[in-house]
Nanobody, 119 residues
Framework: VQLVESGGGLVQSGGSLRLSCAVI????????ISWVRQVPARGQEWVSA???????IYRDSVKGRFTIARDNIKQTAYLQMNSLKDEDTGVYFC??????????????RGQGTQVTVSS
């Protein structure tokens, strides 16, 4: 199984980015997909998830600003991030499954993409 993220970068506070997560080697339509970020000062933070029935969930600090989506034909998940804040800075990775606690270990995950928000 491979998960490959793209779309990270440097953006000013208040700006937007869209992350993509391509999944290879797994029946994507059956999978729940999570976005998780690694923040140096705070450790691992679960950000959002989308289930195979398209139900979505978000951590409180990103509700109303981030939107997760999936395209089963393209086998790709997305994270649209708007109104970005300094505290959103981190390495974002996607993973199979849903686990919302900081000590989660994801067996199938991507390498991550850096998101840097400057004020």
């Amino acid at each position: 199984v491979q998960l490959v993220e793209s779309g990270g970068g440097l953006v000013q506070s208040g700006g937007s980015l869209r992350l993509s997560c391509a999944v290879i080697g797994f029946p994507f339509s059956k999978a729940a997909i999570s976005w998780v970020r690694q923040v140096p000062a705070r450790g691992q933070e679960w950000v959002s998830a989308i289930y195979n029935n398209y139900t979505t969930i978000y951590r409180d600090s990103v509700k109303g600003r981030f939107t997760i989506a999936r395209d089963n034909i393209k086998q790709t998940a997305y994270l649209q991030m708007n109104s970005l804040k300094d505290e959103d800075t981190g390495v974002y990775f996607c993973a199979l499954g849903v686990c919302t606690t900081p000590d989660c270990e994801f067996l199938d995950r991507g390498q991550g993409t850096q998101v840097t928000v400057s004020s």
